[in-house]
């Protein structure tokens, strides 16, 4: 019995391993659908209704589903995942010719086009991005999608201090690390930019996370010793950060 145990034990253990192998190799695509007035609802009626379930069918992996807290833009971001990028255009393709996405898209749009502008990138993961899981956790959870464009040359320095500081230390203040990418190298300003997703309880405890974390005498110093040849991120438009919240049928939450 407890050889059994231990067998049946080890057996999950390898499995779980060799998921997370194969996880961790898979790229992400993140899009951002910008709906035509007042045609936001009709969207994510469609996505909840048709084109969720028919990603999955054709082999993508539904990963979250948000709106901006303030979505003066009309916006849907979501993330999906393929297994490598020749993988996404064969998805792409038969999705868009499978006659139940032709017909749920003929349906949705017999009052004028949904969407008026989509823009997507392809990332990979980093070295130390967790192993993301994908999980209603909860339904109040407030996530922040943050993008940071380095100078020339200091991508590795940002990844350097994410890796061997940041990460631990947002832990430590009680942020979430979900989500570490490099945008693929085919895409524009791949060599300066890392696109990131966390998440807080709520914003008073975001508010109160990034205040502990700026004060933390860790971060000063990491921050200070990376920079001794110069800062990192641009002065302008070096961070941007969207706060986001789960629709309802989003996989994560």
């Not at 631990?168 to 300066?192: P, R, W």
């Amino acid at each position: 019995m407890k050889l059994f145990t231990f067998l049946a034990a080890l057996i999950t253990s390898l499995v779980t391993s060799l998921c997370a192998a194969e996880d961790s190799n898979r790229i992400f695509e993140l899009r951002t659908y910008y709906a035509n007035e007042g045609k936001l609802d009709a969207l994510h009626a469609r996505f909840r209704d048709h084109t969720c379930d028919l990603f999955e069918k054709h082999g993508m992996r539904n990963v979250g589903y948000w709106v901006p807290v303030k979505n003066e833009s009309n916006a849907l971001i979501y993330i999906v995942s393929h297994e490598n990028r020749k993988a996404a255009q064969e998805s792409w393709g038969a999705f868009l010719k499978d006659p139940a996405w032709v017909a749920a898209y003929k349906a949705s749009t017999k009052g004028g086009k949904l969407v008026r502008k989509i823009d997507r990138v392809f990332l990979t993961a980093t070295d130390y991005s967790p192993t993301l899981k994908v999980a209603a956790e909860n339904p109040n959870r407030l996530f922040e999608l943050r993008t940071y464009t380095t100078h020339e040359g200091k991508r590795a320095n940002i990844n350097k201090r994410f890796r061997d500081h940041t990460c631990a230390l947002f832990t430590k203040h009680g942020i979430t690390n979900l989500l570490y990418c490099d945008l693929m190298e085919d895409q524009q300003s791949a060599d300066v930019t890392l696109t990131y997703l966390i998440a807080h309880k709520d914003e008073s405890a975001r508010a109160a996370s990034w205040e502990a974390f700026r004060k933390d005498p860790a971060w000063e110093a990491a921050r200070k010793a990376s920079q001794v040849d110069g800062p990192i991120l641009l002065k302008k438009g070096g961070v941007q950060s969207t706060l986001l919240v789960p629709v309802d049928y989003s996989a994560m939450k």
